[in-house]
C-alpha cells in the first residue's frame, strides 16, 4: 500500500509497474487526448536539433522519447531512461512499431543516477517524472551533469493552478473522473497518489529556483492548460 505522506522510490516504481497495462490509454481518455500537445510543447521548448543526442527522462512508455526523436532525426539518437521495466517493456514495442527507422533505445536507470557521463546530451525531456522522483535537487544536478553546455532540458508536470476556480476544477476532476475512472480497474490508490504528490510539488517559481540552484544558467517556467499544468525549461 502506498504511504499516503512520502511513498519511497520501490513503491513508485512497483506503483508504475502495475498501471503499465493501462497507463497510456488512461493518459489518452483522462486528458482528452490533451496530454499529446503538452507534450509536443515540451518538446518544443527544449529545442531539438537534426543530428543531436536527445535524453528522455522518466520516459516510461515512450510518448516523449519518441517525439524527441522524430525531432532529431535519422542522423540523431534519443535514449529514454525510467526505472520501470514493465513501462520500458512497451516503451519498446511501441518504438519498434511506430519509429523502427529512428535511433531510439531505452535503458532502466535511476534518475537519481543517471547511467550517462557528464555533457553527453544536446536536449532532453522529462514528461511528468520530476514530481515522482524522491529527491527533486539531486534530479535537477544529474540533469545538469549530463547536458552539454548551452543544452536545454524541458520538464513537465502537474502543477495546482493559482487561480481557486481552476483548483476547484482540478480537484474535482482528478477525485470524480480520475479516481472513479481508476477505481472500475482496482487502481483506485495508484490513481489517488497524483493529488498529495501534487500538493506537495513545488510551484514553477519554486522550480525556477531549485532549477538555478542546481546549476543551470538560465531557468523559466510556462504555466499551460489553465495552469493545470506547467514546464520547466532550464539551460545549461
Ligand atoms: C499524461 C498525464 C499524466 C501522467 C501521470 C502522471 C502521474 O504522476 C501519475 C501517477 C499515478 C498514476 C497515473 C499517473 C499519470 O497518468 C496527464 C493526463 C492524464 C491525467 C491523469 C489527467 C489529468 C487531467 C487534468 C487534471 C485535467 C484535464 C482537463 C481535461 C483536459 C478537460
Ligand atoms: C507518470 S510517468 C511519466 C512517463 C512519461 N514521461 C510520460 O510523459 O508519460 C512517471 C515515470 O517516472 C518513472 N520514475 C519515477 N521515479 C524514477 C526514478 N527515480 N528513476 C527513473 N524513473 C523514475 C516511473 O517509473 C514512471 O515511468
Redesign the pocket.
Known amino acids: 500500500m502506498l504511504n499516503e505522506a512520502l511513498p519511497d522510490?520501490s513503491e513508485?516504481?512497483a506503483l508504475?509497474d502495475r498501471i503499465a497495462p493501462v497507463?497510456d490509454q488512461m493518459?489518452n481518455w483522462l486528458s482528452l487526448g490533451q496530454?499529446r500537445i503538452w507534450?509536443q510543447m515540451t518538446v518544443k521548448w527544449s529545442e531539438p536539433r537534426p543530428g543531436d543526442r536527445g535524453l528522455?527522462?522518466?520516459?516510461?512508455?515512450?510518448?516523449?522519447s519518441q517525439l524527441l526523436a522524430r525531432q532529431v532525426g535519422k542522423k540523431g539518437q534519443v535514449i529514454g531512461?525510467?526505472?520501470?521495466p514493465q513501462?520500458l517493456a512497451i516503451a519498446r514495442q511501441r518504438a519498434a512499431l511506430t519509429s523502427p527507422h529512428l535511433r531510439l533505445e531505452f535503458v532502466e536507470?535511476?534518475?537519481?543516477k543517471l547511467p550517462f557521463e557528464n555533457n553527453t546530451f544536446h536536449c532532453a525531456t522529462?514528461?511528468?517524472?520530476l514530481r515522482?522522483?524522491?529527491d527533486i535537487p539531486l534530479?535537477l544536478r544529474e540533469l545538469h551533469r549530463v547536458l552539454s553546455s548551452g543544452a536545454k532540458v524541458a520538464i513537465?508536470d502537474f502543477h495546482q493552478p493559482q487561480g481557486q476556480l481552476m483548483q476547484t476544477f482540478q480537484q474535482w476532476y482528478l477525485k470524480t473522473i480520475v479516481v472513479s475512472t481508476a477505481e472500475r480497474l482496482g487502481l483506485t490508490a495508484e490513481y489517488a497518489y497524483i493529488t498529495p504528490s501534487l500538493e506537495r510539488f513545488p510551484t514553477g517559481q519554486q522550480q525556477v529556483k531549485l532549477g538555478l540552484k542546481a546549476g543551470f544558467s538560465h531557468a523559466i517556467h510556462y504555466p499551460i492548460a489553465g495552469g493545470m499544468m506547467g514546464v520547466l525549461v532550464l539551460t545549461k
Open positions: 522510490a513508485i516504481k508504475f497507463y493518459n496530454h507534450k528522455d527522462v522518466c520516459c516510461g512508455s515512450g510518448d516523449l531512461v525510467d526505472f520501470s513501462l536507470g535511476d534518475a537519481l522529462m514528461g511528468y517524472g515522482n522522483v524522491t534530479c513537465l
